[in-house]
Structure formats: C-alpha cells, structure tokens
C-alpha cells in the first residue's frame, strides 16, 4: 500500500504565493515520476509540473516562470512552489505518484485526494 498526502493549499489573494506538499509513503521501493496536476470546475484534469523518469522537469506554459517544482528523493516528497498567481489558477490541486514497490514489480500510479487551492481578491 501507497499512501500520497498533500498539504498547504488554501485561498490567498492575487500575486500571492503558496507552496504545496507531497509525501509519498508506504511500500515505495522507487519513484519514477513525481509531480502536480490540477482540476478547475468544469475543465479536465491538467498537468501542472512534473519530475519525469530520470528527473527532468515538465511544467504548463500557463505555470512558467511562476510555479517551481522541487523534490526530496530521501523522503519521497515533492514541492510546488506557486508565485504570482492568479485567478485561473484557481484549482484542486493533485500529487501524482509513479512507483515500484519492488525492484521486479511493475510501475504503478498513485493520487492524493487533492487540495484546494482559490485566488481571489
């Protein structure tokens, strides 16, 4: 079992700044991709940012230069940091989770249960 907990959403004002926690637990031998999607009202879950297997970043053009993603390998937890945001950000905000839990087992996908993250003035 995998247990994908996110942290630090909330609502905070245009031009804020927040930053998002990912912790990744359980029976984890290795993580392959890491990263944040999110899902606005009405619209389809997005990728927001990402570390690909071998650890390159992929981040939305909305989000460039504005959100920056960081990840702690020992402690399988991965960061996003959100700066300047805006009103469109305005989202649940998902940890995605890629791992084996075995150096034979098969890669598998995990999801937190989201945080909200609202812009608003």
């Known amino acids: 079992q995998v247990q994908v907990v996110e942290s630090g959403g909330g609502l905070v004002q245009p031009g804020g700044s927040l930053r998002l926690s990912c912790a990744a637990s359980g029976s984890i031998f290795r993580t392959v991709i890491m990263g944040w999607y999110r899902q606005a009202p009405g619209k389809l879950r997005e990728l927001v940012a990402r570390f690909s297997n071998g650890g390159s970043t992929n981040y939305a053009d909305s989000v460039k230069g504005r959100f920056t993603i960081s990840r702690d390998n020992a402690n399988n937890t991965v960061y996003l940091q959100m700066n300047n945001l805006k009103p469109e950000d305005t989202a649940v905000y998902y940890c995605?989770?890629?791992?084996?839990?075995?150096?034979?087992?098969?890669?598998?996908?995990?999801w937190g249960q989201g945080t909200q993250v609202t812009v608003s003035s």
């Open positions: 995605n989770v890629v791992a084996t839990s075995g150096p034979w087992s098969q890669l598998s996908t995990y």
